[in-house]
């Protein structure tokens, strides 16, 4: 069964560093998103990427966040300069047409 | 008003019992709806589409009122194993080819023994 991948699964950085969430979505999707929850809060959305560029992002998707589809398959999540609040799972998510998204399994930021 | 919106719960349930979560979204103009179960720490994955002639899985049976904009989820003979988030997720109507994707904000199921 096809599945969306991400890597790593947990990533500890230090306060102000740069991390890079990479996500593989399921290859004939369309749609791609980034979500993240906060331990124990509820999905956030973060952004959606469509034909080459971002849809839609949220309020949360400040300049310290960028998303890119480098080579048409893996689609990554970038934050520049991490801050402790950003500590959450982060979900990637890919959808083909009218169906369901589909979810990786997350990667566990923790910045100290 | 929230764009999808659904009781957080937690509702606490013995074994056996009937549960109902409801959920209700505010664009009239959503495509298609969706029910996630999420396990702690785990990513959402996918319960049961839900059409507006209502379907059943199981023990599970989803039903969707387009013209009250209202989607439910009934589980019966609840099991311990059904422990769990329930999010009720809405795609949108398509947007120069773009969909959203929208969840609710999760409806958290605790069956007691």
């Known amino acids: 069964e096809p599945e969306v991948t991400q890597t790593p699964s947990h990533q500890v950085t230090q306060m102000g560093q740069e991390v890079i969430l990479r996500c593989v979505p399921i290859s004939n999707h369309l749609y791609f998103y980034w979500y993240r929850q906060i331990l124990g809060q509820k999905v956030e959305f973060l952004v959606s990427?469509?034909?080459?560029?971002?849809?839609?992002k949220s309020e949360i998707f400040d300049d310290q966040f960028s998303v890119e589809r480098p080579d048409g398959s893996n689609f990554t999540l970038k934050i520049r300069s991490t801050k402790l609040e950003d500590s959450a799972m982060y979900f990637c998510a890919s959808k083909g047409g009218q169906s369901e998204a589909f979810f990786g399994q997350g990667t566990r930021l923790t910045v100290v | 008003r929230k764009e999808v919106e659904q009781d957080p719960g937690p509702f606490n349930v013995p074994e056996g019992a009937t549960v109902a979560f409801n959920c209700t979204y505010s664009?009239?103009?959503?495509?298609?709806f969706f029910w996630y179960r999420q396990d702690c720490r785990k990513e959402p994955k996918l319960l049961m589409s839900?059409?507006?002639s209502g379907n059943e899985d199981g023990r599970f049976t989803a039903q969707l009122n387009r013209a009250s904009q209202y989607i439910s989820l009934l589980i019966r003979d609840s099991k311990l194993s059904d422990s769990a988030t329930y999010l009720c997720v809405v795609n949108g109507a398509p947007r120069g080819g773009y969909q959203k994707v929208t969840f609710g904000t999760g409806t958290k199921l605790q069956v007691i023994p």
């Open positions: 664009n009239s103009a959503s495509q298609s």
């Open positions: 990427f469509y034909n080459n560029e971002i849809s839609e």
């Open positions: 839900v059409y507006s």
